[in-house]
């Protein structure tokens, strides 16, 4: 059974940095695509940032330039780094996980692997 697991989410000032990890259990998923997705209260869930199983990445347009996705698949985690942070930025970070097929984009509909949610928090 496949088990993401995020942390490094937080409160922070605007301008601010943080980084998130998805620890992923139950599987090796180096050739997965991951993604973290982000939801707002009243906000329809929507895509940050996706890395396809050869590293390729893309990003939303409001966090480009300022969010970094990486992964590590000796460690079997996924990271978000996140610099410059707006107060637009606060909400709940999901990471999610697409198997068997690998699409590497923003829809939510593709992954079907999802964990539990880190809160990020950032004050103006």
């Known amino acids: 059974q496949v088990q993401l697991v995020e942390s490094g989410g937080g409160s922070v000032q605007?301008?601010?940095?943080?980084?998130?990890?998805?620890?992923?259990?139950?599987?090796?998923?180096?050739?997965?695509?991951?993604?973290?997705?982000r939801q707002a209260p009243d906000k329809e869930r929507e895509g940050?940032?996706?890395i396809d199983s050869d590293g390729r990445s893309r990003y939303a347009d409001s966090v480009k330039g300022r969010f970094t996705i990486s992964k590590d698949n000796a460690k079997n985690t996924l990271y978000l780094q996140m610099n410059s942070l707006k107060p637009e930025?606060?909400?709940?970070?999901?990471?999610?996980a697409e198997s068997p097929s690998c699409s590497?984009?923003?829809w939510k509909y593709s992954y079907n692997f999802w964990g539990q949610g880190t809160q990020v928090t950032v004050s103006s």
């Open 14 to 37: 605007a301008g601010g940095s943080l980084r998130l990890s998805c620890a992923a259990a139950g599987h090796t998923y180096s050739r997965w695509c991951m993604a973290w997705f």
């Open 104 to 106: 590497g984009g923003l």
């Open 89 to 96: 930025d606060t909400a709940m970070y999901y990471c999610a």
């Open 48 to 50: 940050v940032a996706a």
